[in-house]
């Protein structure tokens, strides 16, 4: 009688598991494809020292290589990021993206589409390391209605579930947007709030930026030439997002003042009014090097939401943190210390 009530039990968990697979089948099949990506490229990257040693990688990438040990040190030493073994490798992309991400949001209203993963619970967009797939997936949105972007990555954290390594597009930023990149990716590790993919990146950027400040002033002094070229890439980034910003105020006062009985080709009109006047306006930001932000420019006159959101979902609580680090009396790991035990 016990075997068969144990043999009853197994076979219900057995079939609740074959039902459980069977309804997320896509989403077990896209966790393989990425497992899949992301295991080449660890298998694929070599030690930064080898790297160092060959004297066919180019000599104006290997400065930034350098770099990684002191600025993984300072992150650990003086951040109060955690230790482990990230960034301690390269993959040589060869020039290449390896990594596409999908980003959607509704047409008349600044809400992004969300995607939902085990672990990291909710998050606004989705990764892939096959642009086919990429593609498929965008176009599959794009028919549902919604703005849809594509784009590649420059870097990724697996939040310490790999040994992520360095990609060599990486290497071409300047000492401190490097810094500030790894710092940013290095952070996700140690604080990740789930199912807010706007705190959490908000978080990072704040850490990142302030990081690569005091990793610069720690390594070279204040106000040394490198520190200086960084405020000024600083400072239009920190313009930019401002703008950007206002945009999303102004957008969301349009979207909300749509009569609920407006023809779709009617909204879309005035959408796209209000993103060529958006565009025109960006023009007379005064930034210190406007050509790098020419294709954002360019995008802001496709009039698409996902380019607005993106500035929402990185820059959108900066206000926030910088209040909560005068709290902290400006001691940038005294509050990576509270945030990382607030959100463990």
């Not at 945009?247 to 349009?254: M, N, S, T, V, Y």
């Not at 210190?288 to 006159?301: E, G, H, K, M, V």
Request: charged content about 25%.
């Amino acid at each position: 009688m016990k075997r068969t009530t144990l043999r009853l039990v197994l076979l219900g968990i057995a079939i609740g598991f074959t039902i459980l697979a069977l309804l997320n089948l896509s989403l077990i099949d896209y966790g393989l494809s990425q497992l899949k990506g992301q295991l080449h490229i660890i298998t694929a990257s070599r030690p930064i020292e080898e790297f160092l040693k060959d004297p066919a990688f180019p000599d104006s990438l290997k400065q930034n290589l350098r770099r990684v040990k002191s600025i993984r040190r300072f992150a650990i030493d003086s951040l109060g990021l955690k230790e482990n073994d990230q960034y301690k490798t390269l993959y040589d992309q060869e020039g290449k993206p390896v990594l596409w991400l999908v980003t959607a949001s509704e047409k008349f209203r600044l809400k992004s589409h969300t995607w939902t993963f085990p672990v990291i619970g909710e998050v606004e967009y989705k990764g892939f390391f096959e642009k086919s797939a990429a593609n498929r997936e965008a176009e599959e949105l794009r028919r549902s209605g919604l703005d849809v972007s594509l784009g590649t990555v420059g870097a990724w954290s697996t939040l310490g579930w790999f040994d992520d390594p360095l990609l060599s597009r990486m290497l071409e930023r300047s000492e401190g947007s490097f810094a500030e990149l790894l710092i940013h990716e290095m952070s996700h590790g140690t604080v990740y709030i789930p199912d807010d993919t706007e705190a959490s990146e908000n978080l990072a950027t704040f850490i990142g930026e302030e990081g690569a400040i005091r990793y610069l002033r720690s390594r070279y002094g204040a106000e040394s030439p490198a520190e200086k070229a960084y405020r000024l890439e600083r400072e239009d980034e920190q313009s930019t997002g401002v703008f950007m910003l206002s945009c999303a105020r102004r957008l969301e006062h349009l979207y909300s003042g749509f009569p609920k009985d407006m023809p779709l080709h009617e909204k879309q009109k005035h959408k796209m009014e209000l993103f060529e006047e958006f565009a025109t306006s960006f023009d007379s930001l005064g930034l210190n090097n406007p050509q790098i932000y020419s294709r954002l420019r360019q995008r802001l006159a496709d009039a698409n939401n996902t380019v607005i959101l993106a500035y929402v979902r990185y820059r959108s609580g900066q206000n926030v943190f910088g209040d909560a680090l005068l709290n902290n009396g400006g001691d940038l790991r005294k509050l990576v210390d509270s945030l990382s035990s607030a959100h463990q």
